[in-house]
T-cell receptor
Framework: ELKVEQNPLFLSMQEGKNYTIYCNYSTTSDRLYWYRQDPGKSLESLFVLLSNGAVKQEGRLMASLDTKARLSTLHITAAVHDLSATYFCAVDILGAAGNKLTFGGGTRVLVKP | GAVVSQHPSWVICKSGTSVKIECRSLDFQATTMFWYRQFPKQSLMLMATSNEGSKATYEQGVEKDKFLINHASLTLSTLTVTSAHPEDSSFYIC?????????????FGPGTRLLVL
């Protein structure tokens, strides 16, 4: 059974500082995703990482993937209040009925002034 | 592009009644649709996967007779929560997959918040 673990579960950030969220998964995967969820809202897609060594950046967020270590990281540079949200990683595996996403437990981020 | 809608966005119902939630892909045809459930402060859990014209595949622990899924077309899937009880209160999110079975990118709907009194 595929397991996806994120840590930390909660991250209190100070504006202007850098932080990293970690996502470990237990078996070989086809793709790894990062999503953002604001309170009461659905998921917003941030990144999809397809291969070992993949790195993607958008604004203050950068995601990377190490398939050998089964580890992805989401790095936040110079945190700002607008980045407060819950971040999920998800791993997909091809199933009989199509690709299935398994989500990590989420990391709740609160950026304080 | 790749917009997924859900209706209703929120619903309150009495215990014992049934509730239907619609999930539509607005500008693409979805090979597969997925239904997730999210309890407060928890992650998303996949409930079932459905392909157009075939029976849904339910995840372990999900009662298929309670959560009826109909995938009538390539743009519409419905989830019916039958005989709802307070413990079914949750945030239900659908996603629609595009790109062919086995290589879908999932596009998420805005979610439906269900409160069962």
């Amino acid at each position: 059974e595929l397991k996806v673990e994120q840590n930390p579960l909660f991250l209190s950030m100070q504006e202007g500082k850098n932080y990293t969220i970690y996502c470990n998964y237990s078996t070989t995967s086809d793709r790894l995703y990062w999503y953002r969820q604001d309170p009461g809202k659905s998921l917003e897609s941030l990144f999809v990482l397809l291969s070992n060594g993949a790195v993607k950046q958008e604004g203050r967020l950068m995601a990377s993937l190490d398939t050998k270590a089964r580890l992805s990281t989401l790095h936040i540079t110079a945190a700002v209040h607008d980045l407060s949200a819950t971040y999920f990683c998800a791993v997909d595996i091809l199933g009989a009925a199509g690709n299935k996403l398994t989500f990590g437990g989420g990391t709740r981020v609160l950026v304080k002034p | 592009g790749a917009v997924v809608s859900q209706h209703p966005s929120w619903v309150i119902c009495k215990s014992g009644t049934s509730v239907k939630i619609e999930c539509r892909s607005l500008d693409f045809q979805a090979t597969t649709m997925f239904w997730y459930r999210q309890f407060p402060k928890q992650s998303l859990m996949l409930m079932a996967t459905s392909n157009e014209g075939s029976k849904a595949t339910y995840e372990q622990g999900v009662e298929k007779d309670k959560f009826l899924i109909n995938h009538a077309s390539l743009t519409l899937s419905t989830l019916t929560v039958t005989s709802a009880h307070p413990e079914d209160s949750s945030f239900y999110i659908c996603s629609a997959g595009a790109g062919g079975i086995g290589w879908e990118t999932q596009y998420f709907g805005p979610g439906t918040r269900l409160l069962v009194l």
